[in-house]
């Protein structure tokens, strides 16, 4: 098995998953982020794009978001590689945010309402990823 630069990260087996399956399956991910666009407002999106992209680039993470962020560039599709990037950039910056991992859409739906930030944060980021799951 090939050492990833992000290999050293918590959540690699998780970054791992989700390359695989932006690869795999990138209708799946073009759907669940049509899905995701209207759960997560604009507003909350965009908060959190920019609070996980700027933290994982400015971490000492760089090489890990960066060749994540690469791959997912290459392998993937439009939309699908928007959701994939997203679900990176919480999964690099948020260590927690594995656990996150095992809510259903429904639950990060609540939580993108409801709850503060970081943890609206990485739901909303991390939405696409729970929907893709779903329609495995």
């Known amino acids: 098995m090939t050492k990833t630069p992000w290999a050293h990260l918590p959540n690699a087996q998780h970054i791992d998953a989700v390359l695989a399956d932006a690869r795999k399956r990138p209708g799946a991910w073009d759907a669940a982020?049509?899905?995701?666009?209207?759960?997560?407002?604009?507003?909350?999106?965009?908060?959190?794009?920019?609070?996980?992209?700027?933290?994982?680039?400015?971490?000492?993470?760089?090489?890990?978001?960066?060749?994540?962020?690469?791959?997912?560039?290459?392998?993937?599709?439009?939309?699908?590689?928007?959701?994939?990037?997203?679900?990176?950039?919480?999964?690099?910056?948020?260590?927690?945010?594995a656990d996150l991992l095992e809510c259903t859409p429904d639950v990060l739906r609540a939580m993108i309402d409801l709850a503060e930030p970081p943890v609206c944060h990485q739901a909303a980021l991390l939405l696409p990823y729970a929907i893709v799951r779903m329609t495995k």
Do not use: H, K, M, P
């Open 33 to 97: 982020r049509d899905a995701a666009w209207d759960a997560a407002q604009r507003a909350a999106r965009t908060a959190a794009r920019t609070a996980a992209w700027g933290a994982a680039r400015d971490a000492a993470r760089d090489a890990a978001w960066n060749a994540a962020w690469d791959e997912a560039w290459d392998e993937a599709r439009d939309e699908a590689r928007d959701a994939a990037r997203d679900a990176i950039a919480a999964l690099v910056t948020w260590d927690s945010s």
